[in-house]
């Protein structure tokens, strides 16, 4: 179920800032393609024939429950991991069937972000983010006034000859995306970044990684299994579920009209739906005096006006709950309205021209 | 405790120190690498290799599992081999060296193994080979416990140096055998038990305050 929507890339994504290098085809060139790549562990898959791309510039949210396969991937895109089959191209070239020398290199492009931050416990916060220079060989003052940038741009200035021991979870991720972006990497891997966070605190560092993205355009894939983390910084979600890709699109889009059962399962609790105890009492078919309960899913700016609109057209609906929120800078309408059954035909040439979704759940007796 | 007895009270300390040390020092440069290569090579390590982690395995298991009074006699030989005679201080090093590599092989290697697989994972994810994961990441992650271990081997050396007495190595145990015990100088004895006590303590003090330094985890 891919959906075909423009890519919302960020507009100095394209001109290849985060290498340094003007590349006229990067914005036509993936940072990341995935070709029915599986993996098995024993006789489980892991990864059932997954394919995916990631455009330069844009974050991709990676969704998934616990064991879907989301870590299996984002460890084989930098060789951590070893696919049984399939192609994985970085930067245009596959890396599949390299050498754990021949990855080294590679890895040295690609910054990675974990849940519990590996930080390394004997060094201190600017030794920590100058590792991956010393590892390209770097010299050491070379290495530590870069250090020193990155914290700035982190805003852990004060920390840089402090252990990681004094640091808090969240100023600890900082430092983990520090050193993830200390060698100018074109790919960012993120793999639960926030899971081990508080929700101030994780709103926080992906306003940081949104942010990076942004100022120096480089490529974020980001795996969770939280639906709020894909709506605060994605540009694009994929939903894995059982190793297989089961729906992917721009965010908003998904959010709006979510087709898989995982991806529903996935945003209960984040978006509205129906109160429960008017879902109690739903019948399938309608009674003499009911209403008939229904939802309607809409995107842009007729989100707003779909209800006033609405009011004059058709007397006795009433609003049960729902609203618009915005995602992406778009709004996103969803709303369940009680409305005599009669009023579905004046409904339905309503909505035509907004392009909205209706469905009707079901009836009730009387008012709820 | 007259002038005589008291130089060679003296003596017999240095000996003993000259004999804890020394074989600490090579059981240190010999054990630690055995341990990184005890872990390096085991199930899922940097550089897996099953073969090589059983063989060196059943060798520090071999030599951990013989008695050190049966070892000291049984290396005569090469101790001989080795420093020229088999008897004298310099000869003790030998066996004692070889006993305690095994037995500090063991301890550096479950300090090294305790190092968390994340880090090991995120330097990998770096770029970095083999040689800067161990640079890096196991070497100091692990030294509070390499060091805490040391200083336990020292301790045991201590202990295992008065055996070493046997052979005639000298040292605080041999004298406290030779006058303590065979000829009733309950004076030297109780001397050297408090010597032995305030060395121990020393070295557990020393290397309690170079681990508190040395650790930065939490
Ligand atoms: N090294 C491994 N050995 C055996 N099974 C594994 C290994 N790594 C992952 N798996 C299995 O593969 C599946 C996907 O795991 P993972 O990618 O970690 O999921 P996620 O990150 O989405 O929670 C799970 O069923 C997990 O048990
Ligand atoms: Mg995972």
């Known amino acids: 179920m891919t959906r075909q929507a423009p890519l919302p890339v960020p507009a100095d994504a394209a001109s290849g800032v985060a290498d340094g290098v003007p590349n006229q ?33 844009e974050i991709l949210g990676l969704i998934g429950r616990s064991g879907a396969g989301k870590s299996t991937l984002i460890r084989c895109l930098n060789g951590l991991e070893r696919p049984d089959s399939g192609v994985i191209e970085i930067e245009g070239s596959d890396i599949v069937g ?75 991720q900082r430092v983990g995306i520090a050193r993830a972006l200390a060698a100018n990497p074109a790919l960012i891997l993120s793999d639960e970044a926030t899971s081990a966070l508080d929700p101030e605190t994780t709103g926080s560092i992906l306003a940081l990684l949104k942010d ?49 059962d995982t991806t529903k399962a996935l945003l209960s609790g984040v978006r509205a739906s129906l109160p429960r105890h008017v879902a109690a009492r739903l019948a399938p078919s309608a009674t003499a005096r009911g209403e008939m309960i229904v939802s309607i899913d809409i995107t842009g700016p007729q989100a707003a006006t779909l209800l006033p609109g609405l009011a004059t057209e058709i007397a006795g609906w009433r609003l049960i709950h729902g609203g618009v929120e915005t995602i992406q800078e778009r709004p996103v309408g969803r709303f369940f309205l009680a409305l005599p059954v009669s009023s579905l035909a004046t409904l339905q040439a309503h909505l035509v021209p907004s392009g909205a979704h209706l469905e009707v759940l079901g009836h009730v007796a009387d008012d709820v | 405790m007259s002038p005589m007895m008291y130089s060679l009270f003296v003596r017999a300390f240095w000996e003993t120190v000259i004999m804890t040390v020394a074989s600490g020092v090579i059981s240190l440069i010999a054990g630690l690498p055995l341990g990184l290569l005890l872990v390096a090579t085991a199930k899922g390590g940097i550089a897996e290799n099953l073969w090589v982690n059983r063989v060196v395995g ?46 500090y092989a063991r ?64 040292g605080l145990g041999d004298l406290a055998i030779r006058y303590g015990y065979q000829r009733f100088e309950t004076a030297i004895m109780v001397a050297v038990v408090a010597v032995l006590i305030l060395l121990v303590c020393l070295i557990q003090w020393l290397g309690d305050v170079l681990v508190a330094r040395l650790d930065k985890r939490i």
């Open chain 2, 58 to 103: 059943a060798i520090v298991n071999g030599f951990r599992s013989v008695p050190f009074i049966i070892l000291l006699v049984a290396l005569i030989p090469l101790t001989r081999l080795i420093v020229g005679t088999s008897i004298g201080t310099w000869a003790a090093i030998v066996p004692l060296a070889i006993a305690a590599t095994p037995y």
């Open chain 1, 212 to 260: 990076i993205n942004a100022r120096l355009g480089v490529t974020i894939l980001l795996i969770t299994h939280e639906m709020e983390v894909v709506r605060q910084v994605a540009d694009r979600v994929a939903v894995i579920d059982k190793g297989r890709i089961v729906e992917e699109g721009p965010v908003w889009s998904v959010f709006s009209r979510p087709e898989a």
């Open chain 1, 98 to 172: 390299l050498s754990e020398e021949q990855l080294q290199p590679l890895r040295r492009r690609i910054g990675m972000i974990f849940q519990h931050f590996n930080l390394l416990s004997a060094k201190t916060v600017e030794d920590n983010v100058a590792l991956p220079l010393k590892i390209a060989g770097w010299d050491r003052a070379k290495r530590l006034a870069r250090a020193r940038e990155l914290l700035d741009l982190v805003g852990l200035t004060d920390k840089a000859r402090a252990y990681p021991r004094a640091l808090s979870g969240g100023q600890k």
């Open chain 1, 25 to 57: 085809s990067a914005a036509a060139k993936p940072v990341v393609r995935l070709d029915d790549v599986r993996r098995h562990f024993g006789t489980t898959p892991a990864l059932d024939g997954i394919s995916l791309t990631v455009a330069k510039g």
């Open chain 2, 107 to 170: 301890i550096a290697e479950v300090s090294l193994r305790e190092v968390d697989r994340g880090l090991i994972e995120a330097v990998r994810a770096m770029g970095g080979n083999r040689w800067t994961i161990m640079r890096e990441v196991l070497l100091p992650e692990a030294l509070p416990g390499i060091v805490a271990g040391f200083t336990v081997t020292l301790v045991t050396l201590i202990g295992a140096s008065a055996m070493a007495g046997a052979i005639g190595a000298g």
